[in-house]
């Protein structure tokens, strides 16, 4: 398990992690979500020891970060992983195998568990970015860690080697590894992730189930009703609303006021075709989170 306590960094004299307290229990996928420059990377860095850290602690199974024991225990991709171009999967894998003290058939077991085995002969100047980053994963799982650690690891995948990507982080944690992984992209996260951590500016500012900080938020359900051919102007004198898409209204209400609308809705059959419920996505909530507390609405 991981535990993070007050955590603070400073870079040139400013704070880049504020404070930060977040843990990771085993079996847990927790996304670490925030902009460029939040301090994502810097709090990766931080519980791998790799960056020193200027206050607080850092715990990871009770051992400190950076020590032998951690470093056995904790996976790392980092957010740019490069590989020899002209080296194979295979070449690369079994070096970095002998590395970390792994028998060469773990590392062909790994390309087989990553989806690679097929392609572990050919030289990496030839593989896809989703391809890299699955050795990348490969590459971090050597050693059978605990804990692992992924860096924007799908920044760049298509939807499909994406939708693979999480397969296999969902299997990590399935056989009881922690998983903190950060992003930038949001949508991604919404079924693929047991808890939400967003960084803004260096500090935490918000760290819950998706379920949770959609109510703690309070955000709007869209509603989005199709008219009838030509009808959109009527429905809209009787509901409100605002056009998109030609012939669609939409229409925003709290949650507990959504079944008195869908009722309103459902008595103009003559003007009605279909209806969409669009509950607030992760990006809405994470645009809510990450904005400053005095403006949000
Ligand atoms: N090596 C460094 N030296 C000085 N400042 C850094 C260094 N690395 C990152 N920073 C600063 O720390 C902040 C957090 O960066 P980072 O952790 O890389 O954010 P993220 O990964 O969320 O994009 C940024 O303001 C960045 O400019
Ligand atoms: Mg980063």
């Known amino acids: 398990m991981l535990q993070i306590d ?21 079996g847990e996928r927790v996304a670490l979500l925030g902009h460029n420059g939040a301090g994502k990377t ?9 960056t020193k850290i200027d206050g607080g602690q850092i715990s990871i199974f009770g051992h400190p970060p950076g020590s032998i024991e951690a470093r ?17 999967g295979k070449e690369v894998l079994r070096h970095l195998a002998r590395l970390k003290g792994d028998r060469a058939t773990r590392a062909d077991d790994l390309l087989e568990r990553v989806g690679l085995a097929a392609d572990a002969e050919r030289r990496i100047s030839t593989y896809s970015k989703g391809m890299r980053q699955r050795l990348g994963l490969a590459q971090a799982l050597l050693g059978d860690p605990r804990l692992s650690l992924l860096d924007e ?9 994406r939708w693979e990507f999480y397969e296999l982080v969902g299997e990590l944690a399935a056989g ?24 803004r500016a260096g500090k935490l500012v918000a760290n819950d189930t998706l379920e949770s900080l959609r109510r703690s938020a309070g955000l709007p359900v869209r509603l989005r009703v199709a ?15 605002c056009r998109i898409n030609g012939r669609s209204v939409e229409l925003a209400c709290q949650a507990d006021e959504k079944m008195a609308l869908l009722s ?9 075709e279909d209806i969409d419920i669009v509950p607030p996505g992760l990006d809405d909530l994470y645009r809510y989170f990450s904005a400053p507390e005095e403006t949000r609405s």
């Open 153 to 161: 690891p799908t920044s760049g995948l298509d939807p499909i080697a």
């Open 176 to 199: 009881g590894g922690a998983v903190l992984l950060s992003s930038h992209a949001l949508t991604e996260m919404e079924a693929r992730t047991d808890r939400i951590a967003i960084l």
């Open 42 to 50: 810097t709090l990766l860095r931080l519980i791998l020891g790799l």
């Open 72 to 88: 056995r225990l904790t996976a790392y991709l980092p957010e740019n992983v490069d590989f020899h171009q002209s080296l194979s």
């Open 264 to 272: 309103s809705i459902n008595a103009l059959p003559h003007l009605v």
């Open 6 to 26: 007050g955590v603070i960094k400073y870079r040139d004299g400013r704070q880049t992690v504020t404070n930060v307290s977040l843990t990771v229990e085993a």
């Open 227 to 241: 008219a009838r051919p030509d009808r959109a102007e009527d429905l809209m004198a009787n509901l409100g609303g």
